[in-house]
């Protein structure tokens, strides 16, 4: 076939992007609803297998448990999904709760490692937190940000939590350092790791590596999309250095405040009269 280079006409497409808006903030409704509704039977639903689940309630079988058991993982999996989902559509639509204060990194992170390190124990993971070198001074520098705690604290756990899930043997080290003016939260594990034509995706909506060391591992593929879109809204960045078969790190990095500045917004301490 041969194609004329003869210009014979132009074709136009016009997009009507209001209702294409329109559109996505109808289906974005739709889904907060429709999540938020779904999320009290659940919950009711899981209440009420944990329920038969328990001894001291309930008596049933060893084939009735292992059934209700399995009914139990599955609810409480769609939980998370309606959760996930639920944020997803705050995130979007500006809706999710955002009261920055001031947050001493370090801090918030040794209380994250605390209180995951049950967890960990249970896969017979190690779980640390690393200081940041003291430097020449040997004075620990203080990590200031201005977040909103609430928002930070989903951010960290999704990491460490993700750390905990695809990881079989090793460590995970949590840890921050200063960057110009910023402070870089770091996970590293010595999990599973992944493959280069990975990364780029993955910070996508739903998007979850499918192979045969994830298979097993349950997931909804929302945490790190929803992890992106608020450390942008805090000004910041998220991404992953990785190595499948070997770990990887995940970096978070948010604008820092000066100790100076926290000083300074502090209310002047009262002298004696
Ligand atoms: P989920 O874990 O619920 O699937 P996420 O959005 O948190 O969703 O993660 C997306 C995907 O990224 C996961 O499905 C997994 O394949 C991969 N992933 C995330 N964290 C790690 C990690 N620490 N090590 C290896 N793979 C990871």
């Known amino acids: 076939l041969q194609l004329s280079q003869k210009h014979v006409g132009t ?6 992007v209001d ?3 329109r559109e996505e903030e109808q ?10 509704e779904m999320r009290t039977p659940v919950a009711a639903i899981q209440g009420f297998l944990e329920l038969a689940l328990n001894p001291k309630v309930a008596t049933v079988d060893d084939k009735a448990r292992e059934y209700l058991q399995k009914a139990y993982d599955s609810t409480k999996h769609l939980r998370t999904f309606f959760q996930d989902l639920l944020t997803v559509s705050k995130t979007e639509d500006g809706r999710l709760a955002n009261t920055p204060v001031v947050i001493e990194i370090n801090e918030l992170l040794q209380e994250l490692v605390e209180q995951e390190k049950m967890a960990a124990a249970k896969k017979q993971l190690e779980l640390h937190f690393s200081r940041a070198d003291a430097g020449e001074k ?20 999704n990491l460490i939590e ?7 043997a090793g460590l995970i080290t949590v840890g921050a350092s200063l960057k110009d003016q910023s402070v870089v939260i770091r996970v590293s594990d010595t999990g599973i790791g992944m493959a280069e034509e990975d990364i780029p995706h993955l910070f996508q909506k739903f998007y979850r590596i499918d192979n045969s060391a994830t298979r097993e591992i349950g997931g909804t593929g929302l945490g790190l999309y929803i992890s992106k879109q608020v450390v942008e809204q805090m000004g910041g ?4 250095e990785s190595k499948l078969g070997e770990g990887s790190t995940f970096f978070v990095q948010i604008p820092r405040v000066s ?9 002047a301490p009262r002298l004696p009269d």
């Open 237 to 240: 960045k998220i991404w992953v």
């Open 27 to 36: 289906r974005s409704d739709f889904i907060s609803t429709a999540s938020h």
């Open 162 to 168: 993700n750390a905990l899930k695809y990881t079989k």
């Open 11 to 16: 074709i136009a497409i016009l997009l009507n």
């Open 138 to 157: 040997n004075v620990q520098p203080l990590l200031y940000v201005h977040a909103d705690p609430e928002r930070l604290r989903e951010v960290i756990l």
């Open 19 to 21: 209702a294409q808006r």
């Open 259 to 267: 100790a100076e500045t926290v000083q300074a917004a502090q209310p």
